[in-house]
């Protein structure tokens, strides 16, 4: 977890290679169903072309799906799930050993996506993003050190040395 610019898919794409495990996207899932021509495919294409959000309840549905895959069996590391307290309670019974949180200042995170230079990068819109995703992972952040998991991580080192840092805590 950690907020846009942080460098969790960075990381977590790492820690994937480095453990032999799936790095599951909850976008990329989405889309590879919405690329189908199914019933259900269609609509979530529909869903996601109106910049909607997809519903929790099928977001759990197709993230329980793919984590009952054999590849899944020794370990897994999701990519943008849960984002939100309910969205965890809903995996409640999935069995996480670790939440990773790549700690950044606001500033820091700022200045990394206007770095990037995507269209949907303006500043206004980073501030309305950022603001929404600490109001909803401050909860997420307090469950999960109530459960023991929560790793925090400086995210002001260089890719190196979060990793090592990350690998270090996990063991």
């Known amino acids: 977890m950690g907020p846009q610019g942080s460098g969790k898919s960075t990381q977590g794409k790492l820690m994937s290679d480095y453990l032999n495990i799936p790095f599951i996207v909850t976008g990329d899932i989405l889309r590879e169903i919405a690329g189908s021509d199914t019933a259900e495919g269609k609509r979530l294409k529909e869903i996601l072309e109106s910049g909607n959000l997809v519903d929790d309840e099928t977001v759990v549905s197709l993230i329980k799906g793919r984590l009952q895959k054999d590849d899944c069996k020794t370990g897994f590391i999701l990519d943008g799930y849960p984002r939100t307290l309910e969205q965890a309670q809903s995996i409640e019974d999935i069995n996480f050993e670790k939440a990773i949180y790549i700690k950044i200042p606001k500033e820091e995170t700022l200045k990394r996506l206007l770095k990037r230079g995507r269209t949907d ?31 925090e991580i400086d995210g002001m080192g260089d890719i190196e040395k979060i990793q090592s840092d990350i690998r270090e805590k996990i063991q």
């Open 121 to 151: 990068d303006i500043e206004e819109l980073i501030n309305r993003r950022l603001e929404l995703y600490f109001q909803q992972t401050e909860p997420l952040l307090e469950y999960y050190k109530n459960k023991g998991i929560l790793v």
